[in-house]
Nanobody, 114 residues
Framework: VQLVESGGGLVQPGESLRLSCATS????????ISWYRQAAGKELERITS????????DYVDSVKGRFTISRDNAKNTLYLRMNDLKPEDTAVYYC????????WGQGTQVTVSS
């Protein structure tokens, strides 16, 4: 199983980013997939998950209305569109597969700062 995140970077408050998680080594379309983040000195936080067919999604309150999770089962890829970014969104972002073992990518750093 491989999960490879990309798309992070340094942005100013109010700007947007789209993260990607390219996957391989398992049948992507069979699984719920999630995005987590970890800010410096804080615990890992699950921020959103998406069902196998993309029909259902849930979000932590702090990102509702700003972040959108999506998936392309033909490309085995998960996405996270992040709009109106805030300094408190600064963190390393990870995609996660649970089958029930946990699989993680290496993470991608998102820094929101003026």
């Amino acid at each position: 199983v491989q999960l490879v995140e990309s798309g992070g970077g340094l942005v100013q408050p109010g700007e947007s980013l789209r993260l990607s998680c390219a996957t391989s080594g398992f049948t992507f379309r069979y699984y719920v997939i999630s995005w987590y983040r970890q800010a410096a000195g804080k615990e890992l936080e699950r921020i959103t998950s998406i069902t196998k067919d993309g029909g259902a999604k849930d979000y932590v309150d702090s990102v509702k209305g700003r972040f959108t999770i999506s998936r392309d089962n033909a490309k085995n890829t998960l996405y996270l569109r992040m709009n109106d970014l805030k300094p408190e969104d600064t963190a390393v972002y990870y995609c996660n597969l649970r089958d029930p073992n946990d699989y993680w990518g290496q993470g991608t750093q998102v820094t929101v700062s003026s």
